[in-house]
């Protein structure tokens, strides 16, 4: 129903910035409001960010706040990540997600449960 695939991952020293997408399609009036993940070997999925419908609220991980920063083009149904100062401790693959309804969103916009829509991933990978 709903295609995510997100790019623009890669290597970067730290300090260094990568803005990251996702672009979604298919039955994109599906989707309502949209998140960041990331998961690093042998560890949970984290929460990174997310971002309601209108683009007017935005929610971060207090280990990103201030460092990253989520937007998004309805028009282009397309999100972004953009990430500045990156540290080693921020390499993972970088996974996009999506809600229907934003029913459980509102209970919980960092649950992974709470998307119905998930990309494959883009990996960062932060150097010292």
């Known amino acids: 129903q709903v295609q995510l695939a997100e790019s623009g991952g890669g290597l970067v020293q730290a300090g260094g910035s990568l803005r990251l997408s996702c672009v979604a399609s298919?039955?994109?009036?599906?989707?309502?409001?949209m998140g960041w993940f990331r998961q690093a070997p042998g560890k949970e999925r984290e929460f990174v960010g997310a971002?309601?419908?209108?683009?007017?609220?935005?929610y971060y991980a207090d280990s990103v706040k201030g460092r990253f920063t989520i937007s998004r083009d309805n028009a282009k149904n397309t999100a972004y990540l953009q990430m500045n100062s990156l540290k080693p401790e921020d390499t993972a693959v970088y996974l996009c997600?999506?809600?229907?309804?934003?029913?459980?969103?509102?209970?919980?916009?960092?649950?992974?449960?709470?998307?119905?829509?998930w990309g494959q991933g883009t990996q960062v990978t932060v150097s010292s």
């Open positions: 997600a999506a809600d229907r309804d934003g029913i459980k969103f509102s209970k919980g916009y960092n649950i992974p449960n709470s998307y119905d829509y």
């Open positions: 971002i309601s419908w209108s683009g007017g609220t935005t």
């Open positions: 298919g039955r994109t009036f599906l989707i309502y409001n």
